[in-house]
């Protein structure tokens, strides 16, 4: 059992790292969070780097189906993908919004 970080845990699935933050986003890979990490000679708690286990990756691999023209075509996770591009557009849009409101009070 190894702990990956998620770019390296793409290159375990021989993908690239956007996709494997996808995948980790959406559920699709199990990540975790270090409680304490050791960074630059200090312990920071509640960092955002996320860690993978390879036997999730590898538990992952035997759920999916046999490679064909690429490999994670699948259209559950696409729509999945659509989704969350979607929801993260609409929370652009609002903070916009917001941003802009208050612009125009305070002048």
């Known amino acids: ?9 793409a290159k375990y699935l021989h993908t690239n790292s956007n996709l494997m933050y996808a995948l980790v986003e959406l559920g699709e890979v199990p990540a975790y969070e270090p409680i304490i990490e050791r960074y630059g000679g200090r312990h920071t708690a509640g960092s955002n780097r996320r860690l993978v286990n390879t036997e999730d990756l590898d538990a992952f691999m035997r759920q999916k189906p046999a490679p064909g023209r690429r490999q994670y075509e699948r259209e559950e996770v696409k729509e999945k993908l659509r989704v969350l591009i979607f929801n993260e ?7 916009r919004a917001k941003a802009s409101k208050e612009g125009t009070n305070n002048d």
């Open 1 to 9: 059992m190894a702990w990956l970080a998620i770019k390296d845990a």
């Open 89 to 95: 557009r609409k929370g652009m849009e609002k903070r």
